[in-house]
């Protein structure tokens, strides 16, 4: 078993900045990826960014390229989201999950997931 446990969600204004942060416990050899997801009120779980355990890459949804960056240290199981230039339609509960490659991002993301956590809370006010 993995859990997942997620921190850094909050409030803050348009344009601002948060981490969120995901630590693993349990068996660490559980999965090859972790991903952030979102679902806002009314509104499907959407995928945001995944990474990669081995090799590093990374995927981003196309609503957040170019704002949103997703690490992690893997000596410490921790995966981070360093959400910047922050709208108001980012607004969600955001969720850490962990699972397997698949082959491809699709796959990882529609299929892969094996672990979810709680999740943690970012309200971006206009």
């Known amino acids: 078993q993995v859990q997942l446990v997620e921190s850094g969600g909050g409030s803050v204004e348009a344009g601002g900045s948060l981490r969120l942060s995901c630590v693993a416990s349990?068996?660490?050899?559980?999965?090859?990826?972790m991903a952030w997801f979102r679902q806002a009120p009314g509104k499907e779980r959407e995928g945001v960014a995944a990474i990669h355990r081995g090799d590093g890459s990374t995927y981003y949804a196309d609503s957040v390229k170019g704002r949103f960056t997703v690490s992690q240290d893997n000596a410490e199981n921790t995966v981070y989201l360093q959400m910047n230039s922050l709208k108001p339609e980012d607004t969600a509960m955001y969720y850490c999950?962990?699972?397997?490659?698949?082959?491809?991002?699709?796959?990882?993301?529609?299929?892969?997931?094996?672990?979810w956590g709680k999740g943690t809370l970012v309200t971006i006010s206009s």
């Open positions: 999950a962990a699972g397997w490659y698949g082959g491809s991002w699709y796959n990882m993301l529609r299929y892969g997931i094996d672990y």
């Open positions: 349990g068996s660490t050899y559980g999965w090859d990826c």
